[in-house]
């Protein structure tokens, strides 16, 4: 069964720094577009960032030069390394696997709070 | 960036009631538009992609249809469990993915 896990959100203060995990299983991360898609609370989805191939990566204008997505693949794991974050950066952050087109699975999420 | 823009907002339909859900692109996409479900409290679920492609182990009471810049997602029937907010994201303008804002459907 592919199944995605993330870790890792949290309570952080603006200016703060915080590593998301998205632990994958049933399939090598290694081989997959591995994306993260966030929603504010009450809000709709917003893609922020994606890898794939040898480490290429895009992201969103909204976290571009603060927020790094990596992945390990002796571990299956996909990081989200998120600094200089901001109260709108304030969501849930899902991790998904992509075709490099649309999004499937998707994990169950981990709250990110910026708040001092 | 592409602009998707979803209608109607909050959609109120009887059970067993057919459920016709819109997605318009502010420019042509092509096909490549999909839709997701999102149930209180769990991630998003892929229901369509292609516009009109069912994902595995979707129930065939789900259908989509459009292409270009109008697209719409069709619930035939609905039962308990399709009451949710449905999402539609367009992928023509790759990586830069962008969702609607979502259609809340509740029950009547």
């Known amino acids: 069964e592919i199944q995605l896990e993330e870790s890792g959100g949290g309570l952080m203060q603006p200016g703060g720094s915080m590593r998301l995990s998205c632990a994958a299983s049933?399939?090598?991360?290694?081989?997959?577009?591995m994306t993260w898609v966030r929603q504010a609370p009450g809000k709709g989805l917003e893609w922020v960032s994606l890898i794939y191939g040898s480490e290429t990566t895009y992201y969103a204008d909204s976290v571009r030069g603060r927020f790094t997505i990596s992945r390990d693949s002796s571990k299956n794991t996909v990081y989200f390394q998120m600094n200089n974050l901001r109260p709108e950066d304030t969501a849930i952050y899902y991790c998904?696997?992509?075709?490099?087109?649309?999004?499937?699975?998707w994990g169950q999420g981990t709250l990110v709070t910026v708040s001092s | 960036e592409i602009v998707m823009t979803q209608s109607p907002a909050t959609l109120s339909v009887s059970p067993g009631e057919r459920a016709t859900l819109s997605c318009r692109a502010s420019q042509t996409i092509s096909s490549d538009l999909a839709w997701y479900q999102q149930r209180p409290g769990q991630a998003p679920r892929l229901l369509i992609f292609g516009a009109s492609t069912r994902a595995a182990g979707i129930p065939a009471r789900f259908s989509g249809s459009g292409s270009g810049t109008e697209f719409s997602l069709t619930i035939s029937s609905l039962m308990s469990e399709d009451f949710a907010v449905y999402y539609c994201q367009q992928y023509n303008n790759w990586p830069k993915y962008t969702f609607g804002q979502g259609t809340k459907l509740e029950s009547k």
């Open positions: 049933g399939f090598a991360v290694r081989n997959n577009y």
């Open positions: 998904a696997r992509s075709s490099g087109k649309w999004f499937d699975p």
